[in-house]
């Protein structure tokens, strides 16, 4: 049963990264992103770990999708084209894998609440907040201040680019 709901989930994630690339509108994208962090927590529900879930919808879903969309706004990117809509079957794919992920979201939870987690001192590494915050200041402090670094620099040409254009 749960590598039916992987697969179903796997198959939901690279849907949403597809429709994200090939997406011509920058909010459609983003809210493709939005579907594959979804997705991608439901994943980390499936490996049992209900810490990395939590935290993978509030940070990429909620904080980061927030600022995705802010510099989208502030460049202008969400303009409607006059052009028809070229990939018209967008929306009722996104029905399609938001429905999918639902179901398997409702079905993971229902059936983790029953069955005991695995032991192993990895999976309670990834799962306790302590372990894992230990693991993230210790053995990954460096790539996790070069990717707030990143963030702040994209943030920064994102305000000088629109700024540019403007006459003060």
Do not use: C
Request: aromatic residues 8%; proline residues 5%.
């Amino acid at each position: 049963m749960e590598l039916i709901l992987f697969l179903i989930t796997a198959a939901v994630a690279i849907a949403g990264a597809v429709a994200m690339l090939i997406s011509r509108n920058a909010v459609h994208s983003a809210l493709f992103l939005l579907l594959n962090f979804g997705a991608i927590a439901v994943l980390f529900l499936l490996l049992r770990a209900p810490f990395l879930f939590a935290i993978q919808l509030t940070v990429y879903a909620g904080a980061i999708m927030v600022l995705f969309l802010f510099v989208v706004m502030l460049l202008g990117a969400e303009k409607v084209e006059d052009a028809p809509d070229r990939i018209a079957w967008q929306q009722p794919l996104a029905l399609l894998l938001g429905l999918a992920l639902l179901i398997v979201s409702v079905v993971v939870g229902l059936g983790s609440a029953t069955t005991p987690p695995p032991d192993g001192e990895e999976l309670i590494k990834f799962s306790d907040p302590r372990s894992l915050g230990e693991l993230l200041f210790t053995d990954y402090l460096l790539p996790f201040e070069i990717t707030g670094f990143i963030l702040l620099i994209a943030v920064i040409g994102v305000v000088v680019l629109s700024q540019r254009g403007r006459k003060i």
